[in-house]
């Protein structure tokens, strides 16, 4: 049907599920064709453009709370007469929003030449008869593209042609979804032959495909070719498709036509697009700044009210000595009662703290270069540090509930090694190249040819000195090696080397460059293990294969490949040997192979694959069968027939092989370890002591992903492992999870549960059933998703995080394909491996090896966690300390006709800016509950602060609460001191309601700086200097300020009220015991939680103190800092006098090697263990 | 540690950057916080007692001359229509009281603390910018021009409502009055009278051609070049009363200083005996609640009488050394469990 309709001309651009591509956009010439538009290929990450910058950016501050709080504050005090000037909260908003906007600014240049770059490329596109070199950017749907070796793709083509005959080319999708094999992509025989621009330049084709979307795997079309007036529809899938990002491998050159372009090509729909991440500390200072809103109307509501209640008697309202004028006699009650509340308002409005927002970002900003400077979490061996893309989310990694990784790459190097095998009941290792058997070393003393086989060239003979014989020893390991070297679907590609793609023009030279790429990582181990042995497979071409035994080749005729697949798990080649033998071979998993077997040793390798699969090696059972001639013709027959059946192919195909696969002959098994980063299973371990759950997410098969699973530590042995694999339908689905459901619930409460799932079973699950799955998974302590689309990894996350709970999720990957989960995530973590940095681009936080987790997430989010939300808390602390006194003073001038001001209005602008704020922006830069070794070697104080526990609804009421007490005792202390109404200076002279705003004034910004100096921990010269800094500060401010007729300042009101009152020994006093007075009962409290209630943070401080860890471990400890520290710890012991030395010298040693200079993660000591 | 010349990624090993800068580590715990406690509770109770005790010392004698009931000496002077009222409040003294003495007028609910009433003033006007003579600043209204629209020097709300009740002291040595003198000077802060408030300068030598062309506030009899007839120096806005008053009191219930009383026979305080005080009664309070008083006071080097101080020192001393006696009980009891986890 709608093939009609194109040639009508009638296709709406957007409705249409489809779209037309004309290839090289030779539209129809006749009728009145009205072409698509689609999307030109720029890839556009990048947030603003310069115009729409401003606005846009306005517009996006304006929506945080505060900021649009502050411009309403700021409107108001324009348009109203009011106590304060406008300038006090214009200024700090200004201040606020330019840095914002600048550092966002800054930000968005960086995406923008990014995108350049990209954008930008040269790409080669055949326009007019000849090939054109333009950008990127500027390649149209329907234009012709010429891609070289090793390049990328620019947009998504359809293959119209290689330089290859039969127009296939391989390519890898490494940086789409992390699989690093090479793949065969094919085009249309009628277009395979147009190898030339000439050539392309006649061809007459029009593609049609659905419109856009994210699979990766699915894509449908056709293409018709018209061939002399005749046209020819050929359908065409994914294998026609080379995706945008993937990359051209061992094919000179390809055309292919442009179907996809830009941000509709699928690696750009894959890519989520970037939302603000908000963290969890983010949301609550929000909910705080509500409260506090609600605080403020209050406030100012009462105030007002009581305003009203006051002047009903006139003698209040209008005393003769203040009379009011005309107009404000007159003016409406209403608008006056509107006026007075938003005069109140703006009075008090400073009890929102502006300048928190300020502090927050800087202290985020600056914060979050340790992260880049730590040297633990530096990799030496690639020279690359932590990278810190966004620093809005540091103080989320202290909250992380569940951890979500990748496996390719992320848990593992991503790199196979071939390790043991077994052949004919005799165990081997490889040794340096060597196959050793089992209980003989390299260098046997009595050198009986222990190993047995070893190929060398001639030139390496003399190089390497070895004892081996240069034979097979037996018949059997010679078999197996080239069982192994031959029954594979490895391709090779021989880098730097630009001779036409023909391998046996090599076949002699044996070039060293030779590189395997396979469907596979394992087969690509195996094939180079047996190369290292003697064994080299140099090459298939057509259906011959060579291999090379000791620098002999043979070639071997492939007659037929009995595909792997899933259900089957073993796959198998049947070959003709040189000697016109027939033989199958098979390799599969050991269940998929052992049973078939009829002949060799079939139970010493059952013992030896179960002993590989206990060291965490991936195995594979190899197998062989001779056929007769008369076997083979039926063998062959019946394959054919299956093949080409037109009806239940499938089912047909698996009745051959089974029948194929059978009476083998077992020659042994391999092991091959996909190998683990470096600490993986520590990191791990340390990981779910505090309390994370760890999920793994891969594109990988099953069986590679539970072997990995397991050896990794993520899955135990002890371990009870549920499935949910292979479900086809909803019910079935439905059912497999209530019967996991059931065995979780029947089996003890002290068996772990693991749980495995794949990707189809898993968008099953998750469509109808969604509730039951998160009940599984919640009593899993380990997931395992297998098989993930990177949009399913995606989804799983979401899934997560909106559950009920809404733990904070964070996410890990190193690939393109882990981009959509990275930035879903509440934190997303880029891997800097070998697939691109397509997700370090797209991460949060970029590190080099998984290990180093451990340290960013117990360590590095501990430390900011606890910065920020005492950063947050004190902040509103302090600003209602700052703001209470003001609304206590209206009740002694009877909420005025105009409200009264306590304090002078450059105090009041300043306190927060100037007087109040460095000390907390160096604690919170600063700031170590706890040494980091011990909180690296104690995961478990992880837990302490889960569940955003600093910054619980109690601990803010706490804070909130002693904000007002403190602001009570200033004021009602100032009070009864001048209230009194004697004179408190030695001549008798009086003082004015300045000196009582300033006396307020000076107790709150002492008490309010050592009520932080009391939550300091960690006390650096930073700390001191700012602490003490302050306090100075304020009184040398105050006495230039109020030493200095400010000319151009309309009153003086402040000139010498700072010196009047501090030539007062009354003041003295005063300060002193109010200053006391508020901090008396902070410290008794603090004294009594901790040794009546103690948090196991505060115990490992003990424990640190008795130790003096602090000092012995700090690199450059100055010897007083040592004595300062054993002084203390001295003083502590004998005040406790119960402090034995013994025990502490014991725990000392305990954590030993966690404080020595090999700075590894730790192993966990017992006493963690038992406690968790 | 790496090769200098070549550009690594290898952050720097400092103990900034490796966040292990050396730091002292305080912990609160009772090992330090009990004898803390102990000390600071001691010394507070050491300097509560003292400042208690040198509280003690300062007489105070107040007297409220309001005249609300009836048969109080200045009740006639309430009354509206009365002008220039007189009226005599007398008072006796059984012991000497120690000088320098210091002579205050009080003011209750009265609230000098009204933002509008604060603001009332023009700082320019009173450093003697005659510029400021013919406009006054706005936040004078409606205090900046009389009804024929003359500017009013010195303007606003504050001046216009200057404390005018003036007093005399005698003691009444055998019937007869003996003056006991007043000193004026050195009531308002140094500052002010020296720096901050400044007349204007004389016009051809007359000080009040310099207000030509205003007029004076509305409430005051005299204009500020005539507030003080007896001292030429002591007009303007640098009359000291003037000073006084314009340093406004911050709670609605203030005393400001009226006279010391340093000079003569009376140098070393007054003695026992009978005394007369004359005031000229011209200030309205009733009409707001307000009361009027009289303070006879001397000082300590820590000011007037203020018991406030020294009890709060009391109370918290003892509050800290109770505590600490409570945590040294609770510890004795409890042990302070935070071993069991070694």
Known sequence: MWLKVRYLGFDPPHQSDTRTVYIANKFPQHGHYIPQRFADNRIISSKYTIWNFIPKNLFEQFRRIANFYFLIIFLVQLMIDTPTSPITSGLP??????????????????????????????????????????RSKNIRVGDIVRVAKDETFPADLVLLSSDRAEGTCHITTTSLDGETNLKTHYSVPETAVSQSVSRLESLQAVVECQQPEADLYRFVGRITVTQQGEEIVRPLGPENLLLRGARLKNTKEIFGVAVYTGMESKMALNYKCKSQKRSAVEKSMNTFLIIYLGILLFEAILSTILKYAWQAENKWDEPFYNQKTDQER???????????????????????????????????????????W??????????????????????????????????????????????????NGIKYQEINGKLIPEGMTEDSPDGAVPCLVRFSSAGEDSVYKSKCVYTFQNKEEELFLKAVSLCHTVQISYDQVDGPGDPFSHANGFSPQMEYYASSPDEKALVEATKRMGVTFIGSHGEIMEIKTFGKAEKYKLLHVLEFDADRRRMSVILQKPSGEKVLFTKGAESAVLPYSTSGEIDKTRVHVDEFALKGLRTLVVACRHFSADEYQEVDRRLHEARTALQQREERLVE?????????????????????????????????????????????????AVSVSLSCGHFHRTMNILELVKQKSDSECAEQLRRLARRYNTSSHFTQHGLVVDGASLSLALREHEKLFMEVCKNCSAVLCCRMAPLQKAKVVRLLKTSPEKPITLAIGDGANDVSMIQEAHVGIGIMGKEGRQAVRNSDYAIARFKFLAKLLLVHGHFYYIRIATLVQYFFYKNVCFITPQFLYQFFCLFSQQVSTLYDSVYLTLYNICFTSLPILVYSLFEQLVHPHVLQSKPALYRDISK??????????????????????????SYTLMGEDTTLMGNGQMFGNWTFGTLVFTVMVITVTLKLALETHFWTWMNHFVTWGSIAFYFIFSLFYGGIIWPFLHTQDMYFIFVQLLSSGSAWFAIFIIVITCLFPDVIKKVFYRHLQPTSTQKSQFIEAYQGIGCVDSMCCFSEGQNACSRLGRLVERMMGRCDPARATRSWSDSDTFFSNDRSILTLSPMEVSHC | MKNEGEASEQPDNTAFTQQQLPAWQPILSAGIVIPGFLIIGLAFLGIGIGLFLTSQTIQVLEMDYTGVEKDSPCFQCTIQSVQNCTCEVTFSLSALFTGPVFFYYGLSNYFQNFRKYGVSKDYYQLT?????????????????????????????????????????????????????PLDGKGISWWTDFNIKYRNPSSVNGSFASAFDGTVKPINWPKAAYELDLTDPNNNGFLNQDFLVWMRRAALPQFRKLYRRITEGDYAGGLPAGNYSLTVHYNYPVLSFDGRKKLVFSNVSWMGGKNDFLG????????????????????????????????
């Open chain 1, 948 to 973: 955003n526990s600093l910054l619980s609804f109690k601990t803010f009421l706490y804070w909130t609460f002693l904000g007002f007490c403190h602001a009570f005792i200033f004021f009602f202390g």
């Open chain 2, 311 to 342: 009890i709060a020192y009391l109370v918290v001393g003892s509050l800290c050394v109770v505590m600490s006696v409570v945590m040294l009980i609770v510890y004795a009891k409890f042990k302070f469990s935070d071993d069991d986890d070694a």
């Open chain 1, 330 to 372: 007159n003016s409406s009650q209403i608008l006056k009662f509107i006026s007075d509340f938003l005069a109140f308002l703006v009075l008090y409005n400073f009890i929102i703290p502006i300048s928190l927002y300020v502090t927050v970002e800087m202290q985020k900003f600056l914060g979050s270069f340790f992260i880049g």
């Open chain 1, 374 to 423: 730590d040297l633990d979490l530096y990799h030496e061996e690639s020279d690359q540090k932590a990278q810190v893309n966004t620093s809005d989310l540091n103080e989320e990694l202290g909250q992380v509930e569940y951890v979500f990784t990748d496996k390719t790459g992320t848990l593992t190097e991503n790199e196979m090694q071939f390790r043991e095998c077994s052949i």
């Open chain 2, 128 to 180: 003697g910018d005659t510029q400021y003579f013919k406009s006054p600043r706005d936040v004078c209204f409606p205090y900046s021009h009389d009804s024929k629209n003359n500017p009013i020097v010195p303007c606003g709300a504050i001046a216009n409502s200057m404390f005018n009740d003036t007093f005399e002291l005698y003691q009444i040595i055998n019937g007869t009055k003996k003056k006991v």
């Open chain 1, 93 to 134: 908003l200004f201040f606020v929003i330019t840095v914002t906007a600048i550092k966002q600014g800054y930000e968005d240049w960086l995406r923008h030449k990014a995108d350049n770059e990209v954008n930008g490329a040269p790409v080669f596109v055949v326009r007019s008869g000849s090939l054109v070199q333009t």
């Open chain 1, 656 to 704: 051959v092989f089974n029948f194929i696969e059978k009476d083998l002959e077992l020659l042994g098994a391999t092991g091959v370890e996909d190998k683990l980063q470096d600490k993986v299973q520590e990191t791990i371990e340390s990981l779910r002591l505090a309390g994370i759950k760890v999920w793994v997410l891969t594109g990988d098969k099953h069986e590679t």
